[in-house]
């Protein structure tokens, strides 16, 4: 090394000119090597202790255990008192005290005995086997009655947005259309029900229906008695209409309520409070099925590893061999 102060030369283990005793730079010296002692025992990069890995791993694990369960097992919110509950179907609904409800068992019994005033559209959903249950307000005195039905549709019900609601309200217009006249479709939006998007559609039509009337008759004579009959006449109705499509888990259910256009302000309460009952027992996916099936797969994936590390960990721990014994002393 050249001393750059008075340019002596010299070897390069020295820190100092050994002519002007100028202290070299840091760089210029040969840098001292440093010395990392490290703990007993404890090696750079040796692996962790297998009891540690064995509980981070089931810790994970089940944590993994807890995802899983929470995206296939969603949870709504829980069922009014005194409701009615189809455990069938998946599903539960409260209607108010004095409303009747209607199943398959008993309509018939109550179409006899109500006759007229049985809506129409629920004896015909019965017979045909597509309504699964009924609410009805017995209205005296009165040619149509407020109900709320359930129909239940087998599919896979997409999750619903905005071209959704849209397609529903165009298919649900043009089959209207065919039963009833002067129909209008007047608002269709997306609602939450049981925490799961819903549609519902509101509308209004005319339909005709055969009503009897029982009125007396005189009878000629001096006597001045007189006999009933039945008589009937088709007579035209203004109803409202408000469907909510709800989905569930491989079905979808159609909650629909009816009053005539002029019953329906008084009734419209009763008609929210039925539907902000229900309930969803048999719950869809929180997610699509694409999505569902990736995480459900990834998941499970990692699970499988995390159960398989362990399960190596705990036999590598049985195969270890016994440290050797001591001689006794001679």
């Not at 002519?19 to 210029?28: H, N, S």
């Not at 810790?59 to 995802?67: C, D, E, F, G, W």
């Not at 009952?277 to 869809?284: A, K, L, M, T, Y």
């Amino acid at each position: 090394m050249v001393c750059p102060k008075c340019g002596h030369e010299q070897p390069d283990v020295f820190s100092q000119c050994q002519k002007c005793r100028f202290i070299f730079p840091v760089t210029q010296a040969n840098p001292t090597k440093r010395v990392v002692h490290t703990a007993a025992g404890s090696v750079p990069g040796s692996p962790s202790h297998p009891a540690l890995v064995i509980l981070g791993a089931l810790s994970v694990s089940v944590a993994l255990v807890i995802v899983l369960w929470w995206l296939n097992s969603p949870e709504g919110l829980p069922p009014f008192e005194g409701s009615y509950h189809n455990s069938a179907n998946g599903f539960s609904m409260l209607a108010p005290s004095d409303w009747m409800v209607l199943t398959s068992e008993n309509y018939e019994e109550l179409f006899d005995k109500l006759g007229d005033r049985f809506p129409k559209t629920l004896r015909d959903g019965f017979i045909a086997r597509k309504t699964e249950v009924g609410f009805m307000k017995v209205l005296e005195n009165a040619d149509f009655s407020p109900s709320v039905n359930v129909v239940i549709m087998k599919t896979e019900m997409p999750e619903l947005d905005e071209e959704q609601l849209a397609e529903g309200a165009k298919v649900l217009s043009e089959g209207f259309r065919q039963m009833l006249d002067d129909y209008k479709m007047e608002r269709s939006e997306l609602v939450t029900i049981d925490e799961l998007t819903a549609a519902r559609f509101t509308s209004r039509g005319s339909i005709k229906l055969r009503v009897e009337k029982t009125g007396p008759v005189e009878t000629d004579g001096y006597s001045g008695s007189t006999s009933s009959r039945r008589t009937s006449e088709w007579k035209p109705f203004d109803i409202q209409f408000v469907q909510t499509l709800i989905p569930g888990k491989g079905r979808a259910y159609i909650v629909t309520s009816s009053a005539l256009v002029e019953q329906y302000p008084e009734y419209r309460k009763a008609f929210e409070g039925i539907l902000d009952s229900f309930r969803v027992s048999q719950r869809p996916s929180r997610f699509g099925s694409i999505t569902m099936g990736a995480l459900n797969g990834g998941l499970a994936s990692a699970l499988g590893y995390l159960l398989f590390t362990v399960l190596m960990q705990i036999v590598g721990l049985f195969r270890k061999e016994a440290p050797p014994s001591i001689p006794p002393p001679m």
